[in-house]
Every structure is written in structure tokens, then in C-alpha cells.
């Protein structure tokens, strides 16, 4: 992570409580960008020896956003996921299981802030895309985004205007040099028997994940509430862990006076 010159290359999250569980479930149609830069402002304490804020979680580069997303979903709930996915030939609903640890990481370290490459004889200096950019492109219809985040991210084009094939040259550098936060998952249809290779966006269904988990959310606040009086307030600073150590004791009470 490069900010201003400086590289920072350590961060200090602490994990989600129940107050940014149900932001994100009450926000779960907002863009993901906006979503993810809401988050790591809650969450992220420090970048290096800066304290985080939220023009900082902005600057940040596009996968060390999802880098840091994922230590925050490994810190909530832990290192294994399960989700559900379609199988790409018949549609038909496959379960996966897999450990966040078996997520490929290429950490690139950025030591400068912009590049250059010479390109049909002249150079053209570009900077690679932050969460500050995929929001500022939120407003362009879908078809321009990808053009509006290029003319943010090309510094300097040679006095030219870049060509269809030229953009494509400048978003493989970008590609290049970025950090890469990807997951490939190699399956096989137990229905058709097809087998295909599934591009997992881990920051995508830890936000999923989040929107679905409304429901559960408040059932856990009712039962908090109804037996211990605990406020909602103070039931929604716990960490989902430590919540749900006091649910399951709270049920094993339950079940002991049941059986007496």
C-alpha cells in the first residue's frame, strides 16, 4: 500500500460487530464499493503508524481492499466458507466448502505512486485504480465505467487519446503490476457431471453473505433481549463470536430448566 510517498505495509482491524452486521444488512443494495469503504472506516484502525479515516480506506488499491475484507470475514467467522453456487452447464444448485486460507494472495508491493510504459511511440504514465475511483464511477452508465475509472487512473497519455487496443494494453500493465486477491474453484456437477472453473469474488459474497444474514441477526437480538434485557444498542456492540457464545449458553440454560 502506497499513501502519499509513504508504504505502509501493516494494518490493525479489529472484527465486525453486530452495529456494522446490521449497516450491511440495511444497506445491501448500495454498491459494493461504497459498502467496502464503509466498512474498513469502522473497522480498519490503522494503516503502518497512520490511524485509518476514510479518505485513507478511499486511497487504498482495489485488492488491498478485498485483502483486508477478507482478514475482516476471517476474524468475524473464521476461516471456512460455505456457499451455494450454480453449476454453469445445467443451472442446477451445488454446495462448496473451502478454506479462506486457500485463497490466492500476490501481495506486489507498490514502492511508487505511477508508471510508464512506452506505447506506439510515446509514453503513457498511469496509477492503479483505489476503492476512491471505483466510486467516483458509480454515476457513469454501466457501459462507460470501465472508460471513466481508465481516463482517472491515465495520468499522462502522450497527448493522444488511447485506443480500444491500447486501453487494453494499459489495463493488462495495470493487471500486472496490481495486488491480486483471486480464487478459482475447480468443480465438477455431481448432477451433469460437468466440469468448470468458477471465478470466486470473495468480497462479493462476504457482503452477500452479510445481507443474508439479516434475518439471524435480529432472531439473536430477540432472544437477547427477551431473556437477559439486554438493550439493542448493547447487544449490537458485541462481536457475532461473542454473541453467539452468550446465545448458545443462553439455550443450554434453557434446555437444563426444560428437562427439570
Not at 473497522?43 to 487504498?60: E, I, P
Not at 505511477?114 to 485504480?129: C, D, N, W
Not at 464511477?137 to 488511447?162: F, I, K, W, Y
Request: contains cysteine.
Amino acid at each position: 500500500m502506497l499513501q502519499q510517498d509513504q508504504f505502509l505495509n501493516t494494518a490493525c482491524l479489529r472484527p465486525l460487530s453486530g452495529r456494522e452486521e446490521e449497516w450491511l444488512a440495511r444497506h445491501r443494495s448500495s454498491p459494493g464499493a461504497v459498502r467496502v469503504t464503509w466498512l474498513l472506516n469502522s473497522c480498519l484502525l490503522a494503516l503502518g503508524d497512520r490511524l485509518a479515516n476514510r479518505d485513507l480506506v478511499r486511497r487504498l488499491l482495489v485488492a488491498d481492499r478485498d485483502y483486508l475484507v477478507l482478514q475482516l470475514r476471517r476474524l468475524t467467522f473464521g476461516d471456512q466458507v460455505q456457499a451455494v453456487v450454480p453449476c454453469q452447464k445445467c443451472s442446477q444448485k451445488m454446495d462448496i466448502d473451502f478454506q479462506l486460507n486457500d485463497v490466492p494472495v500476490e501481495c506486489r508491493p507498490q514502492r511508487v505512486s505511477s508508471y510508464t510504459i512506452e506505447l506506439s511511440g510515446r509514453s503513457i504514465r498511469f496509477r492503479l485504480p483505489t476503492g476512491g475511483d471505483q466510486e467516483a464511477v458509480l454515476e457513469a452508465n454501466s457501459d462507460d465505467m470501465a472508460d471513466e475509472l481508465m481516463n482517472r487512473c491515465v495520468l499522462d497519455n502522450g497527448g493522444e487519446p488511447l485506443s480500444a487496443e491500447e486501453k487494453e494494453t494499459v489495463v493488462a500493465e495495470m493487471e500486472q503490476r496490481a495486488p491480486q486477491v483471486e480464487l478459482e474453484l475447480d468443480l465438477s456437477c455431481p448432477e451433469c457431471q460437468e466440469h468448470f472453473l468458477l471465478p470466486f469474488d470473495t468480497t462479493a459474497f462476504f457482503l452477500d453473505e452479510m445481507a443474508f444474514k439479516s434475518e439471524e441477526l435480529l432472531r439473536e437480538i430477540h432472544a437477547l433481549a427477551f431473556h437477559y434485557h439486554w438493550s439493542e444498542t448493547e447487544i449490537l456492540k458485541l462481536d457475532p463470536r461473542r454473541r453467539r457464545v452468550y446465545l448458545a449458553l443462553l439455550n443450554e440454560s434453557l434446555r437444563q430448566d426444560w428437562l427439570n
